[in-house]
Nanobody
Framework: QVQLVESGGGLVQPGGSLRLSCAAS????????MGWYRRAPGKQRELVAV???????NYADSVKGRFTISRDNAKNTVYLQMNSLKSEDTALYYC?????????WGQGTQVTVSS
């Protein structure tokens, strides 16, 4: 059974940093483009960062220059380093394939940016 398990969220002050992790099943990780998504209160889920199997990355304009996605193929894990956090980054963060697969959504990890 495919699993994606997110962790690392929390409460942080504006300007702070967090590092999210997503542990994936080995059966899907190494051969797929991975992404971090988020859903803010009252908004639809959006894709914020993408990393392909060759390590190339793309970011939503809203996080470009502040967030960095990376992957460790030996650990089947994808990371999201988030710096200079803003209140508008408050959301539930998920990882999934890109394009996403309906059955792969995990519980997500909550990030709250507040003073």
């Amino acid at each position: 059974q495919v699993q994606l398990v997110e962790s690392g969220g929390g409460l942080v002050q504006p300007g702070g940093s967090l590092r999210l992790s997503c542990a994936a099943s080995a059966s899907i990780f190494s051969t797929n483009t991975m992404g971090w998504y988020r859903r803010a209160p009252g908004k639809q889920r959006e894709l914020v960062a993408v990393i392909s199997t060759d390590g190339s990355t793309n970011y939503a304009d809203s996080v470009k220059g502040r967030f960095t996605i990376s992957r460790d193929n030996a650990k089947n894990t994808v990371y999201l380093q988030m710096n200079s956090l803003k209140s508008e980054d408050t959301a539930l963060y998920y990882c999934n394939l890109v394009p996403s697969r309906l059955n792969y959504w995990g519980q997500g990890t909550q990030v709250t940016v507040s003073s």
